[in-house]
C-alpha cells in the first residue's frame, strides 16, 4: 500500500556490518527486507532521471571539518532532518548515495496542509472509497493526495542548499562513538567526523541502531508488502473522481475470470466455490459469499489512484503479516484481479516492490546516537504510514538536538537524549503499544473478521478514525477510541478484541507500557539514611 516510507534508500545506504557468517536476529533480517530483500534491492536501485543529483545541489563535505550533526540517510526524513538542523544554525553533513526519492507515497491532505507541503502534492481526491464485501461500498469523506516525489525532493533539498547542509555522496559501512567526536565510516574509506550521528537511513538503517530488549519484548517485527504497477489501461471500473482505498473482494482469485462485476447468487456462487474447489468448505456460513477461497488465506487488497493524465496506479496490499505476503503472490494476485475485473494494461510504466517492516521493538533511547523517520519507529504499526509524521517531527527534533548541542559541557549522548525525549517519551510509548495491540490484531484476522473491522472503523466518529490514522490520539483517548470500537463493533470482533487482549503478548504489553509509571510510583523505595543527633534519639 503506497502510503508510506518504505525502505527506500536505507537499503543503498547502510552496508550489512554484521560479520559474514554471523547469525542476525529475526527482527534485523525482517527490517532489511527477509526473504524479499532482492525486490527491495531492486527497488531502492531504481532510477529517475527527471530528479536533479544532490551533488548538484549541495556543497561538497569537508572531511576535515567537524561536523555538528551527521545525517546518513539522503531520503524524505533524512533530507528533512538535515535542513531543519540546517535552519537552526547547525553545521550538517548529509551522508549517502546520491539517488532520487523511488517510491509512491499517498497521504491524507489536511496532514500535508498542516505542515504546509501542500504544493508538493501530484494530485488530490476529495474522498476515498472502501469495499470490504460485494454489496458493501464505504466512502470515506477525507481528501487524499499524491505526492510528487520530484517536488518534495527539490524543495526539501533546496531548504539544505539555502542552510549550508554539505553532502558526502557514499555508501556508510558503520559508526564509531565518541563522548565528543564520532567518525561516520564509509565503504570507499572516506569519513564524516561530526558531534553527533543521526541515522535516518530507512529500516535498514537499524543495523545501525539498537532497539530494546527483543527478547523481553516478545514481539517479532512484521511487515507490510505491497506490488504495484503504474499504468495505463482499457477500462477503470471503479469512480475515477475518488481514490480507491481498499478493495477487499476477492477478485484476484480468477476462478471467475471476466466476472466479478456480476452479482451472482448466493446458492450458485457456492456450489461453484465447492466444485472448483473440490468440495472444500470456502465460508464459516452460508451467507459468507464474499470469501471465494481457503479460509487461511493472507487477505490483501487492491489500492488505486486513478490519475489526471489518463495513468493509474494499481496496487495489490497485504496491510500486515508475518512473515511478509511475497511479492511474487501479490503480483499474482494482482493480475487475477484485472482479468477477473476485465480489465487490460495497455503500457506499463512503472512496477513498484513496496515493503515496510512495521511494530517490533522501539529503539533503545540510552543510545548515543540518534535515529529518525523508519529508522527510529515512526511507522504507524497499523497503517504504514510515516512520510507525514516525520516530516511533521523534523523541526520538533531538530530543535531538541540544537538544545542540547548549546549546553555546556556537551556530550553526543546528553545532545541525543534530549532528541531522544522528544521521539519516545513515556507518553509515545504509551501510543506505540496501543498502535502495536491494533497491528498484532489485524495481522491475525481472517477476511471475514478484517471486513468487520473496518466496517466498524469507518462509522467511528469522525475525529476518533482520522486521529488514529493521523497518529493524533493521546494514550488517554485511545483508550476512549477502543471503548467507542468495541460498542459499535458486532459481537463477533467484540469476542475477538477481548481475546487479544487477554491472550495476547501485544496485550500484556500495552497494560504494562500504560501502567509503567503508575507502578513505578508505588514501587517501595529504599529508606534514605537519616543522621539524627542524640539529642534527638528516643528512649527505648
Known amino acids: ?191 564524516i567526523r561530526a558531534k553527533v550521528v543521526a541515522v535516518a537511513a530507512g529500516a535498514s538503517g537499524a543495523d545501525l541502531i539498537q532497539y530494546e530488549d527483543e527478547a523481553e519484548h516478545a514481539l517479532a517485527v512484521a511487515s507490510q508488502t505491497a506490488y504495484g504497477i503504474e499504468c495505463e489501461v482499457d477500462s477503470y471500473p471503479w469512480p475515477k473522481d475518488k481514490m480507491l482505498f481498499m478493495d477487499f473482494r476477492r477478485h484476484h482469485t480468477g476462478l471467475w475470470e471476466g466476472t466479478a462485476l456480476r452479482r451472482r447468487e448466493e446458492t450458485g456462487l457456492m456450489a461453484e466455490q465447492r466444485q472448483e474447489q473440490g468440495g472444500m468448505k470456502v465460508g464459516d456460513a452460508a451467507g459468507d459469499t464474499h470469501l471465494w477461497g481457503t479460509e487461511k488465506e493472507v487477505p490483501s487488497f487492491l489500492y488505486a489512484m486513478p490519475m489526471a493524465d489518463g495513468k493509474v496506479f494499481l496496487e495489490e496490499t497485504c496491510l500486515v503479516a508475518r512473515p511478509g505476503l511475497p511479492f511474487d503472490v501479490l503480483k499474482r494476485r494482482l493480475e487475477g484481479r484485472l482479468r477477473a475485473m476485465n480489465i487490460k494494461v495497455t503500457r506499463l510504466h512503472d512496477e513498484e516492490w513496496s515493503y515496510i517492516p512495521m511494530g517490533g521493538p522501539l529503539p533503545c533511547t540510552a543510545q548515543q546516537r ?41 556530550t553526543a549522548h546528553t545532545v541525543t537524549q534530549c532528541g531522544w525525549g522528544v521521539l519516545w517519551s513515556g507518553e509515545r510509548k504509551r501510543q506505540a503499544s496501543f498502535h502495536i495491540f491494533g497491528m498484532e490484531l489485524l495481522a491475525q484476522l481472517s477476511l471475514k473478521e478484517i471486513n468487520e473491522f473496518f466496517e466498524t472503523f469507518f462509522i467511528l466518529p469522525e475525529k ?77
Open 464 to 540: 476518533l478514525w482520522r486521529g488514529f490514522l493521523s497518529s493524533k490520539l493521546s494514550s488517554l483517548e485511545l483508550l476512549g477510541f477502543a471503548l467507542v470500537f468495541f460498542a459499535y463493533a458486532p459481537n463477533t470482533m467484540r469476542f475477538k478484541l477481548l481475546e487479544h487482549l487477554g491472550k495476547h503478548p501485544a496485550g500484556r504489553l500495552m497494560i504494562l507500557t500504560y501502567t509503567a509509571q503508575l507502578r513505578h510510583s508505588v514501587e517501595p523505595q529504599e529508606p534514605a539514611e537519616v543522621s539524627v543527633s542524640p539529642q534527638q534519639r528516643v528512649p527505648l
Open 1 to 191: 500500500m503506497a502510503m508510506s516510507m518504505a525502505i527506500g534508500k536505507g537499503c543503498r545506504t547502510c552496508r550489512n556490518v554484521v560479520e559474514e557468517g554471523k547469525k542476525t536476529s529475526a527482527n534485523r533480517k525482517t527490517r532489511r527486507g527477509g526473504r524479499e530483500r532482492a525486490h527491495v534491492k531492486k527497488q531502492a536501485d531504481k532510477m529517475d532521471r527527471t530528479q536533479t543529483p544532490i551533488r548538484e545541489k549541495l556543497r561538497a563535505a569537508n572531511q576535515d571539518e567537524l561536523a555538528d550533526v551527521a545525517v546518513v540517510g539522503c531520503g524524505p526524513a533524512g533530507v528533512a532532518l538535515a535542513s531543519e538542523l540546517g535552519r537552526r544554525g547547525a553545521k550538517v553533513t548529509l551522508v549517502g548515495p546520491d539517488a532520487p526519492f523511488v517510491n509512491n507515497y499517498g497521504v491524507w491532505l489536511d496532514e500535508f496542509q498542516e505542515i504546509g507541503m501542500e504544493d508538493c502534492l501530484e494530485q488530490v481526491w476529495d474522498s476515498a472509497v472502501c469495499y470490504t464485501r460485494e454489496d458493501k461500498e464505504l466512502e470515506v469523506k477525507r481528501p487524499y493526495a499524491r505526492v510528487c516525489r520530484k517536488k518534495l525532493r527539490d524543495k526539501l533539498l533546496q531548504r539544505c542548499e539555502e542552510t549550508n547542509v554539505t553532502f558526502l555522496s557514499s555508501m556508510v559501512q558503520k559508526v564509531e562513538d565518541g563522548t565528543h567526536e564520532s567518525r561516520v565510516v564509509c565503504v570507499d574509506g572516506n569519513q
Open 370 to 410: 540518534i535515529a529518525f523517520g523508519a529508522a527510529a519507529g515512526l511507522v504507524h504499526p497499523a497503517t504504514g504510514y510515516s512520510i507525514a509524521r516525520s516530516l511533521k517531527e523534523a523541526p520538533a527534533v531538530a530543535e531538541a538536538l540544537m538544545a542540547g548541542l548549546g549546553q555546556a559541557d556537551a
